[in-house]
């Protein structure tokens, strides 16, 4: 076991886990965060998506052992952004989710989309979001969510 | 008896000092000057001028001929063509993975500079290390090399020995690399080094090697570049 100190949306959070505990399970099972979902745990599904340092990562596969001063931001923070904000009421305007497991590495991966391409083509939006599963197949709607983001922001 | 009598016979025999003295100065002199020529021939042949006989040191030695060159290239290249080391040079705008070399799942992107596109960075991924808990590999700054080291055609077959060699040796191509620095290319940079630490694959086996080690893959990349880095006829 090792203490970390962790800075997650802006606060410092102090964990004790064994160095090789992913990301993922910190944040869900020693900070009680469960917004960050877990799906394959191999980096397959992008459920677990949160930003590092504002990089979209796969949390399940990072070791806490390799975070440091890295900036977290998760799903429960991402609303204090701009572009979060503007993707969540794009999200709820557009009624995108159906199950709504996949959602949150969903907004995830897309306000790192509209960070860096302010206004994406169908083809930026399926390059970008391509690593993101959803077995309830929202894709559409994800598509036009992101869309309308993007007009707002 | 017989031994000890014709020693001290010999002994007493004082002219045969300085015909033994003069025998042993040849000696000194004629490896001394073999020496010299062959380390004037080294030194001239990588820098291009002859160096002052103060400056030579037991370090220098004769270069690898040409063909000694061209085996050597020849390890270098069966390395390279390696799953490890091609699926991260292809001609596509995708990266491949496995042994099979099949495209990279999700539809991952090379992106404007080898390192993925928005939301899905190489890096979304890969992390600083092999992920073995989970089969992800990872190195630092995990990316494509660029197109313009593409060690496949569009077809994803491997390029010949001469136009991978040729691309290499291409200063234009290869981010204006030397012989020198492209030994220490293959000797250190980190990506390169991952290759024979690849990590576990996602069932828990191991992922297969480059068909050399590193030691030899770096002893046949510095045969090569003493040679003068040649490349094989042909296309």
């Given at each position: 076991m090792a203490t970390y100190q962790l800075n997650v949306n802006g606060q410092t959070k102090k964990v004790d886990v064994d160095p090789s505990t992913p990301l993922l399970w910190v944040l869900r099972e020693?900070?009680?965060?469960?917004?960050t979902k877990y799906g394959c745990g191999i980096s397959a599904c992008g459920a677990c998506t949160v930003f590092l340092n504002g990089v979209a990562t796969r949390s399940c596969i990072v070791p806490i052992s390799l975070i440091a001063d890295q900036k977290i931001i998760t799903i429960e923070g991402i609303a204090s952004d701009p572009v979060g904000r503007a993707v969540q009421n794009a999200w709820v305007e557009k009624d995108v989710v159906q199950c709504g497991y996949c959602q949150s590495g969903q907004i995830m991966s897309a306000v790192a989309l509209l960070k860096a391409t302010s206004k994406p083509t169908d083809t930026n939006i399926e390059e970008s979001m391509g690593g993101n599963l959803c077995r309830c197949a929202t894709y559409v709607r994800i598509r036009e969510a992101i869309k309308m983001a993007a007009e707002t922001i | 008896m017989t031994f000890r009598r014709e020693a001290t016979m010999l002994a007493n025999h004082r002219w045969l000092s300085p015909i033994f003295l003069l025998i042993l100065v040849s000696f000194v002199t004629s490896i001394a000057l073999s020496t010299r020529a062959n380390n004037a021939y080294w030194v001239s042949s990588e820098s291009g001028t002859d160096v002052p006989a103060r400056e030579i040191t037991p370090r220098m030695r004769v270069p690898p001929n040409l063909a000694q060159g061209l085996a050597g290239w020849d390890q270098v290249y069966s390395v390279l063509i390696s799953p490890r080391c091609i699926n991260c040079h292809t001609a596509q705008n995708y990266p491949q993975q496995g042994d099979d070399r099949h495209r990279h799942f999700a539809n991952v992107i090379r992106g404007e500079e080898g390192r993925?596109?928005?939301?899905?960075?190489?890096?979304t991924c890969h992390q600083e290390v092999n992920a073995d808990s989970t089969g992800v590999p990872g190195g630092p700054d995990w990316h494509l090399a660029p197109l313009?080291?593409?060690?496949?055609d569009k077809n994803d077959r491997p390029l010949s020995s001469a136009a991978v060699c040729g691309q290499i040796t291409d200063r234009k191509r290869n981010e204006n690399m030397d012989g020198k620095a492209l030994l220490e290319h293959h000797s250190e940079a980190a990506l390169v080094l991952w290759a024979w630490n690849p990590g576990r694959r996602p069932d828990g086996s191991m992922r297969t090697l480059p068909p050399l080690s590193h030691a030899e893959f770096v002893n046949a990349t510095r045969t090569w570049v003493e040679a003068g880095t040649p490349c094989p006829r042909g296309r």
């Amino acid at each position: 076991m090792a203490t970390y100190q962790l800075n997650v949306n802006g606060q410092t959070k102090k964990v004790d886990v064994d160095p090789s505990t992913p990301l993922l399970w910190v944040l869900r099972e020693e900070l009680k965060m469960t917004g960050t979902k877990y799906g394959c745990g191999i980096s397959a599904c992008g459920a677990c998506t949160v930003f590092l340092n504002g990089v979209a990562t796969r949390s399940c596969i990072v070791p806490i052992s390799l975070i440091a001063d890295q900036k977290i931001i998760t799903i429960e923070g991402i609303a204090s952004d701009p572009v979060g904000r503007a993707v969540q009421n794009a999200w709820v305007e557009k009624d995108v989710v159906q199950c709504g497991y996949c959602q949150s590495g969903q907004i995830m991966s897309a306000v790192a989309l509209l960070k860096a391409t302010s206004k994406p083509t169908d083809t930026n939006i399926e390059e970008s979001m391509g690593g993101n599963l959803c077995r309830c197949a929202t894709y559409v709607r994800i598509r036009e969510a992101i869309k309308m983001a993007a007009e707002t922001i | 008896m017989t031994f000890r009598r014709e020693a001290t016979m010999l002994a007493n025999h004082r002219w045969l000092s300085p015909i033994f003295l003069l025998i042993l100065v040849s000696f000194v002199t004629s490896i001394a000057l073999s020496t010299r020529a062959n380390n004037a021939y080294w030194v001239s042949s990588e820098s291009g001028t002859d160096v002052p006989a103060r400056e030579i040191t037991p370090r220098m030695r004769v270069p690898p001929n040409l063909a000694q060159g061209l085996a050597g290239w020849d390890q270098v290249y069966s390395v390279l063509i390696s799953p490890r080391c091609i699926n991260c040079h292809t001609a596509q705008n995708y990266p491949q993975q496995g042994d099979d070399r099949h495209r990279h799942f999700a539809n991952v992107i090379r992106g404007e500079e080898g390192r993925g596109v928005p939301a899905l960075r190489c890096i979304t991924c890969h992390q600083e290390v092999n992920a073995d808990s989970t089969g992800v590999p990872g190195g630092p700054d995990w990316h494509l090399a660029p197109l313009s080291m593409q060690w496949q055609d569009k077809n994803d077959r491997p390029l010949s020995s001469a136009a991978v060699c040729g691309q290499i040796t291409d200063r234009k191509r290869n981010e204006n690399m030397d012989g020198k620095a492209l030994l220490e290319h293959h000797s250190e940079a980190a990506l390169v080094l991952w290759a024979w630490n690849p990590g576990r694959r996602p069932d828990g086996s191991m992922r297969t090697l480059p068909p050399l080690s590193h030691a030899e893959f770096v002893n046949a990349t510095r045969t090569w570049v003493e040679a003068g880095t040649p490349c094989p006829r042909g296309r």
